[in-house]
């Protein structure tokens, strides 16, 4: 009933940049939880930057600072501006959002090295 489409992803140096999207088959304001979580090789898949009910946003203490978790309605789109990478960073990143049920994007993967 809901798709979501992760890109944005790629190989990147340390100290530098990349903007995630996911683009949703739907209206984002039909969503009540909005997130993004990353799994790197070998470890449990956490959460990065979401929002939660009342546009209040969360950020995992690894990357606050560093990241910014936004939306456009209009576009259907979330993103995650990542900014300072590091290579602990590197990990697949993908959407999540809540209607009704748990919607998961396919995943993009983000590689930070020199």
């Known amino acids: 009933q809901v798709q979501l489409v992760e890109s944005g992803g790629g190989l990147v140096q340390p100290g530098g940049s990349l903007r995630l999207s996911c683009a949703a088959s739907r209206s984002i304001d039909s969503f009540s939880f909005m997130g993004w979580y990353r799994q790197a090789p070998g470890k449990q898949r956490e959460l990065v930057a979401a929002?939660?009910?009342?546009?209040?946003?969360n950020y995992a203490d690894s990357v606050k600072g560093r990241f910014t978790i936004s939306r456009d309605n209009a576009k259907n789109t979330v993103y995650l501006q990542m900014d300072s990478l590091k290579p602990e960073d590197t990990a697949v990143y993908y959407c999540?959002?809540?209607?009704?049920?748990?919607?998961w994007g396919k995943g993009t993967l983000v590689t930070v090295s020199s």
């Open positions: 999540n959002v809540w209607y009704h049920m748990n919607y």
């Open positions: 929002f939660t009910p009342g546009d209040i946003t």
